[in-house]
C-alpha cells in the first residue's frame, strides 16, 4: 500500500528516513548525523513542505519517496525526488515503481512538468531502474558528495511527465 504521509505520520516519516540514511549512506547528500540533530518543527516542517508518500507492508513503513517542488515562479513546473529508499529485502516487489508512479500521478495533479533527480553513479540497480522509468541522463557532477573521505559522481536524471521529450 503506498500512501501520502501527513502531518499526523510524523512518526513513521522519522523512522523510515533514519532507517534510510542509517542502512545506505552513499545513496543520500543528508547523513543520519545531519537529520537526528534535527528539531520535531523542522521534521514536521519537512514532511509538509515536501510531498512525502511512503510503502507499506501491513502497518511497516518499507519505503518512501518525497517530492521537492522548485518555488520560483518560473521554475514551478519542475520537482526534484528526494529521500528515495526502499528497504532490502523489500526490493523488486513494486515498492519503488508504486512510490514513483504515485508521486507522477500527484505531481500532474500540481501541474509539474519535469521530475528531476540526483543518484550515486555507485548505485547501478537504481540507475536501471529510472532508465527503465523513462528518466534521461542530462547531466553528471563529478565528485559530487563525499563519504568517509571518498569523492562519489553524481548522475543527473529528468523526466517529463507531460508527454514532452526531454532533451539533454
Same mark, same amino acid.
Given at each position: 500500500?503506498?500512501?501520502?504521509?501527513?502531518?499526523?505520520?510524523?512518526?513513521?516519516?522519522?523512522?523510515?528516513?533514519?532507517?534510510?540514511?542509517?542502512?545506505?549512506?552513499?545513496?543520500?547528500?543528508?547523513?543520519?548525523?545531519?537529520?537526528?540533530?534535527?528539531?520535531?518543527?523542522?521534521?514536521?516542517?519537512?514532511?509538509?513542505?515536501?510531498?512525502?508518500?511512503?510503502?507499506?507492508?501491513?502497518?511497516?513503513?518499507?519505503?518512501?519517496?518525497?517530492?521537492?517542488?522548485?518555488?520560483?515562479?518560473?521554475?514551478?513546473?519542475?520537482?526534484?525526488?528526494?529521500?528515495?529508499? *526502499?528497504? =532490502?529485502?523489500?526490493? @523488486?516487489?513494486? #515498492?519503488?515503481?508504486?512510490?514513483? %508512479?504515485?508521486?507522477?500521478?500527484?505531481? $500532474?495533479?500540481?501541474?509539474?512538468?519535469?521530475?528531476?533527480?540526483?543518484?550515486?553513479?555507485?548505485?547501478?540497480?537504481?540507475?536501471?531502474?529510472?532508465?527503465?522509468?523513462?528518466?534521461?541522463? *542530462?547531466? =553528471?557532477?563529478?565528485? @559530487?558528495?563525499? #563519504?568517509?573521505?571518498?569523492?562519489? %559522481?553524481?548522475?543527473?536524471?529528468?523526466? $517529463?511527465?507531460?508527454?514532452?521529450?526531454?532533451?539533454?
Amino acid at each position: 500500500m503506498i500512501r501520502h504521509l501527513g502531518p499526523q505520520d510524523l512518526a513513521i516519516f522519522r523512522s523510515i528516513r533514519m532507517e534510510a540514511l542509517r542502512r545506505e549512506p552513499t545513496a543520500f547528500a543528508s547523513s543520519a548525523e545531519d537529520w537526528g540533530l534535527l528539531p520535531d518543527d523542522e521534521w514536521m516542517r519537512r514532511l509538509i513542505t515536501n510531498h512525502v508518500f511512503a510503502s507499506f507492508e501491513g502497518d511497516e513503513p518499507v519505503g518512501i519517496m518525497g517530492l521537492a517542488r522548485q518555488s520560483a515562479t518560473k521554475m514551478a513546473h519542475r520537482a526534484t525526488l528526494i529521500m528515495v529508499y *526502499v528497504r =532490502r529485502d523489500q526490493r @523488486g516487489r513494486g #515498492h519503488a515503481k508504486g512510490l514513483l %508512479d504515485a508521486l507522477v500521478g500527484h505531481a $500532474r495533479e500540481f501541474g509539474i512538468a519535469q521530475l528531476e533527480l540526483a543518484l550515486s553513479a555507485e548505485n547501478p540497480v537504481a540507475l536501471r531502474f529510472y532508465r527503465r522509468e523513462g528518466f534521461a541522463e *542530462v547531466g =553528471r557532477i563529478p565528485a @559530487g558528495m563525499r #563519504h568517509e573521505g571518498r569523492e562519489i %559522481d553524481e548522475i543527473l536524471m529528468a523526466r $517529463r511527465i507531460d508527454g514532452e521529450p526531454v532533451s539533454g
